[in-house]
């Protein structure tokens, strides 16, 4: 059974870190792209970064400029986001993803397996 676990969120203050992590078990082989989606309340989920499993090329939202990497550990089976740099505006759910073919990383509908999410709150 496929299934994505994502940890590492908490309550920070701007301008601090958080490395969340998305442990991954039972995919198929066929899984190409990972990626880190976020939601916050009474807003759509946007695509934050994005993570080639072969070639390990990433994606990047615009609105991330330059504070978070997208890193992958293949002998965990784990994907990492390291937050940077924190603003109040990253509040959200964030949500681990993956797909066997994203040809638009961002789009929800290209990916087939979610983790169940993890919080973080950052605080002005």
């Known amino acids: 059974r496929a299934q994505l676990v994502e940890s590492g969120g908490g309550s920070v203050q701007a301008g601090g870190s958080l490395r969340l992590s998305c442990a991954a078990s039972?995919?198929?082989?066929?899984?190409?792209?990972m990626a880190w989606f976020r939601q916050a309340p009474g807003k759509v989920r946007e695509g934050v970064a994005a993570?080639?499993?072969?070639?390990?090329?990433?994606w990047y939202a615009d609105f991330v400029e330059g504070r978070f990497t997208c890193s992958q550990d293949n002998a965990k089976n784990t994907v990492y986001l390291q937050m940077n740099s924190l603003k109040p505006e990253d509040t959200a759910m964030y949500y681990c993803a993956a797909s066997p073919d994203a040809s638009i990383w961002y789009v929800e509908y290209a990916y087939d397996y979610w983790g169940q999410g993890t919080q973080v709150t950052v605080s002005s």
């Open positions: 039972g995919l198929p082989d066929n899984i190409k792209y």
């Open positions: 993570i080639s499993a072969r070639t390990e090329r990433t």
